[in-house]
């Protein structure tokens, strides 16, 4: 579901039909800014009560190095999108990768109207 006006694009991850700890991998291109601010929406549900959350991870790969986590989200949000601000200051070039983390069969992520605006 798109967070803007409900038919647009977004992305993320499902719980239906899966096993706790599944998850799905989003990499962005290269970014050669030195830093900005990464904003976007996100929205977590979970529908089966479970006290599995599910978890959302925002890491930093830069040019050469190892993934760094940045950011940890444990769900649910509620049934309700949350704007999500997060600053960066970074010397190389570098990748964000988000990770969704399934929770339970009836959890579910979903990442909309993401910007990202250079310092």
Do not use: C
Request: hydrophobic residues 35%; charged residues 20%; without cysteine.
């Amino acid at each position: 579901m798109d967070h803007t006006t409900g038919y647009g694009y977004s992305f993320g991850i499902n719980g239906a039909g899966r096993n706790p700890k599944d998850n799905a991998i989003f990499k962005t291109e290269v970014i050669q800014a030195k830093g900005g601010n990464l904003k976007f929406y996100l929205h977590t549900a979970d529908s089966s009560k479970r006290q599995k959350p599910t978890e959302l991870k925002v890491d930093i790969l830069p040019a050469g190095m190892p993934r760094q986590t940045y950011f940890t989200f444990y769900g649910p949000s509620g049934d309700a999108w949350v704007e999500m601000n997060l600053s960066i200051s970074y010397y190389l070039p570098f990748q964000f990768i988000f990770e969704g983390i399934i929770g339970s069969s009836g959890s579910d992520i979903t990442i909309d109207d993401m910007v990202w605006t250079p310092a």
